[in-house]
Every structure is written in C-alpha cells, then in structure tokens.
C-alpha cells in the first residue's frame, strides 16, 4: 500500500465502477478517450476532487467556484451549467450504488485534435467530461502515524508562466517532486516559492506550528486548497492565530507540529521532514484539535 496522504483502503468494488464520459456511462475497464485528447496531447484540461459522505457532495460550491474560474483562466467554455454537472455526478453516484466515503474526480478537457498539436485551433470537438467516483475511504496509518516530507529542488512556479492556483492537467512538476521525494526515502514533498520561502507540498497544502500560532504560506505560489480555506475559517471562528507569512525551512526544522491539508485526508500529521522529527513525533495537539474543528465543519455540511 502507498503511504501519503491519498492512502487508502482497498475496495474490490471498485474493480467495477462505471465511469460517466460525455453522458453515457462505461465499465471502469472499458472506459476511454481518444489519443486525440488535448488532455492526453498537451495536458490541456482542468479538473476537480471532492468527497461524498452521506449522499452529500462535501463543500461542492467552493469546488465548483474553482473549477470554473480554472476553466475561465484557460479559455474553456463549459457547455453545461453547475446544476447540469451535479446532476451527472448525482447520477454517477446512483448508478454505481455509491452514498459514503466516495472521492469524486470530475475532469473537462478542451477535447479532440484535428492532429498532435498544442494550437486550440485545432481542436475539433466540445469539451470532454469525464466523471470518476470511487469507494475511497482513508487509512488510519498516515492519518495517525503520520507522514514524512523531504524538500524537492523542484519549485513552485510563478503565477506569471503557470499560476499554482490553476487546477489543471500539467502536474507534471509536482511529479518531479514527488519522484526526488520517494527516491529520498519519504513519503511526499515539501515545495519552496521561487523566494526560496516554503509554499506548499506536491498534491496538499502545509501549515506549521509555532507556540500558539498556526503559520502557512502566503498563498501566493500555492494551490488554492479548498480545505487549506476551511482550516484558516475554522482558526479565525475559533480565535487560533492563523498567519499566511514568508518562512523558510529554518522555521520549519523548529516548528512544535506541522500538517498537511486536501480534500481526501482532511488534515494529515507531518512527523519528519529532510530526516528531522518534527514535534512530538506524531500527532500533535494542536493539530488534532483544528482537525475536530474542520471535522465540524464537515458535519454540517451533511445537515
């Protein structure tokens, strides 16, 4: 099993899932979109992830203000409305008998090439929407155990040549990342700013703690985690210093505990980064309690 903060237990059931591809639906083995795909040619998409819990879609507005602000940003008119796409992810959901612990990954690229080429002009067909929800559920070893960092000298980019708020297909330099992480021995990456100011991880949003303050990066060269928002909401309702500063890895190696933030793990313990134990090791105090705090604001959600 993949330790990270996306491990998950194993479901058989998901050995069948249907997948929903432009309103009709395939077995998961059977699912396919052309080579022709801009996605696949050129990672020219966009794409959103949220749970399920209870036949509830979890924070699904703030999720659908970033899909469509990402699809604005890179000139794709989506062809259906917010109550069109919940609509086929409800019946995605239904088809697939599918109520509590579901992760939910909706992807829209610009569609199909006339030939391999980067040019949008080229492009011969609507957008191609692809719907996969899975039984997802997390596992107690990262969420408990915690999990290890290492700093990648890959770098969060500038927002001016490819902004990290953007929710689209090219990962590519977070992969990079994540690859010097693994190589390292650890379970994921820690990001720096092109400031050399610690940003973000490879797929989650970081925070640390010092004293009584939670610290964060500025948000400037980080993805605009939706549950990153939440924990900064739930500091600033319950009177937890929560401050979105520069800091760098001196900071960090002294920090009391450090956490991760995403839609599936919630809120992940870090317990070592670069081979030093962060805190006390595991989870921390002030780490479990934002946890039950955004674990609140989960639950009503579900109200």
Wanted: aromatic share 8%; glycine share 8%; with cysteine.
């Amino acid at each position: 099993m993949v330790k990270g903060t996306h491990q998950a237990l194993d479901d058989v059931r998901n050995e069948k899932v249907k997948i929903f591809i432009n309103g009709e639906f395939f077995l998961r083995d059977e699912a396919k979109i052309s080579v022709y795909d801009s996605g696949y040619l050129v990672g020219d998409g966009v794409w959103e992830a949220f749970r399920v819990h209870n036949g509830k879609l979890i924070f699904i507005d703030q999720h659908l203000d970033r899909l469509w602000q990402s699809a604005k940003v890179i000139g794709i008119s989506l062809p259906f409305s917010r109550e069109e796409l919940i609509e086929n992810v409800k019946s995605t959901l239904e088809i697939n008998e599918m109520k509590d612990h579901i992760h939910v990954r909706a992807m829209v690229t610009r569609g199909i090439k006339k030939t391999p080429s980067q040019d949008p002009r080229l492009t011969i067909s609507g957008p191609n929407v692809v719907i996969i929800a899975e039984h997802k559920q997390a596992a107690d070893e990262s969420k408990n155990k915690g999990i290890s960092l290492f700093t990648s000298a890959i770098r969060r980019g500038s927002p001016d040549y490819l902004d990290p708020r953007l929710n689209c297909h090219s990962k590519l330099h977070e992969v990079q990342a994540l690859i010097q992480a693994i190589e390292a021995g650890a379970d994921e990456a820690l990001m720096l700013d092109i400031n050399g100011f610690v940003s973000t991880c490879n797929a989650t949003n970081f925070f640390m703690v010092k004293g009584n303050e939670v610290w964060t990066s500025t948000g400037e060269y980080c993805m605009n985690g939706i549950t990153r928002g939440n924990v900064i909401k739930v500091c600033a309702q319950n009177g937890i210093v929560c401050l979105q500063k520069n800091f760098s890895l001196f900071d960090v190696y002294g920090a009391d505990e450090a956490f991760v933030t995403g839609t599936f793990g919630g809120l992940t313990p870090v317990v070592k980064i670069d081979g030093k134990s962060i805190g006390p090791g595991a989870c921390g105090p002030t780490t479990a309690h934002l946890r039950q705090l955004y674990e609140g604001l989960v639950a009503k959600q579900l109200r």
